[in-house]
Nanobody, 122 residues
Framework: QVQLVESGGGLVQAGGSLRLSCAASGSILSIDRMGWYRQAPGEQRELVATITSDGSTNYDISVKGRFTISRDNAKNTVYLQMNSLKPEDTAVYYC????????????????WGQGTQVTVSS
């Protein structure tokens, strides 16, 4: 089974930085688009940033200019560098891929990590 495991969350003060990592493991031949999503208490999950297999990125307007998404295909890992953090960035951050190639023409869709807590204090 393909698994995504996030790490790097924690408690930081406003203006600080964190770097999140998400490593995919299992029977993986390739990974399509990867992304980071977040969910604050009482709110729905929202997109933060995505990155395609060849490196094209997309950011939510709320984080553009502050966050940077990147990936290392050799390590099946996606990162989220978060700078100039604000209290409103507080949420559980989830790693996601739209699809993973597990063998031949077989793909697994919609894989999510367990989430990592990011808390930004004033």
């Amino acid at each position: 089974q393909v698994q995504l495991v996030e790490s790097g969350g924690g408690l930081v003060q406003a203006g600080g930085s964190l770097r999140l990592s998400c490593a995919a493991s299992g029977s993986i031949l390739s990974i399509d688009r990867m992304g980071w999503y977040r969910q604050a208490p009482g709110e729905q999950r929202e997109l933060v940033a995505t990155i395609t297999s060849d490196g094209s990125t997309n950011y939510d307007i709320s984080v553009k200019g502050r966050f940077t998404i990147s990936r290392d295909n050799a390590k099946n890992t996606v990162y989220l560098q978060m700078n100039s953090l604000k209290p409103e960035d507080t949420a559980v951050y989830y790693c996601n891929t739209n699809r993973v190639q597990v063998s031949g023409s077989v793909w697994k869709f919609g894989v999510w990590g367990q989430g990592t807590q990011v808390t930004v204090s004033s």
